[in-house]
Nanobody, 121 residues
Framework: QVQLVESGGGLVQPGGSLRLSCTSSGNIYRISTMAWYRQGTGEQRELVAEIRDDGSARYADSVKGRFTISRDNAKNMVDLQMNSLKPEDTDVYFC???????????????WGQGTQVTVSS
């Protein structure tokens, strides 16, 4: 069984910063891509940023230059540093990690429960 736990969400003023963290635990053999998505009420979940196991990253155009994704493979952790936050960044943010649970299992995507980020004055 695999569990992803997110932390770091909250309320921040426009122009402020937040750092989200996500750690996985359980029966994990190997993790490849880690990513953050966000979803507003009644909207589709959209990719914010992803980082591959080689360290390469890509970002949604709306967050380039403001958000930075990083990973710590030893801790099964992926972080999202969010700077210069805007009201339109308000959403529920979800962490996902693509992993194999055993040597023979295919890669599957596992998701956290989501953490609310609210940008408002």
């Amino acid at each position: 069984q695999v569990q992803l736990v997110e932390s770091g969400g909250g309320l921040v003023q426009p122009g402020g910063s937040l750092r989200l963290s996500c750690t996985s635990s359980g029966n994990i053999y190997r993790i490849s891509t880690m990513a953050w998505y966000r979803q507003g009420t009644g909207e589709q979940r959209e990719l914010v940023a992803e980082i591959r196991d080689d360290g390469s990253a890509r970002y949604a155009d709306s967050v380039k230059g403001r958000f930075t994704i990083s990973r710590d493979n030893a801790k099964n952790m992926v972080d999202l540093q969010m700077n210069s936050l805007k009201p339109e960044d308000t959403d529920v943010y979800f962490c996902t990690q693509r992993m194999e649970t055993t040597l023979w299992a295919p890669f599957s995507d596992y998701w956290g429960q989501g953490t609310q980020v609210t940008v408002s004055s």
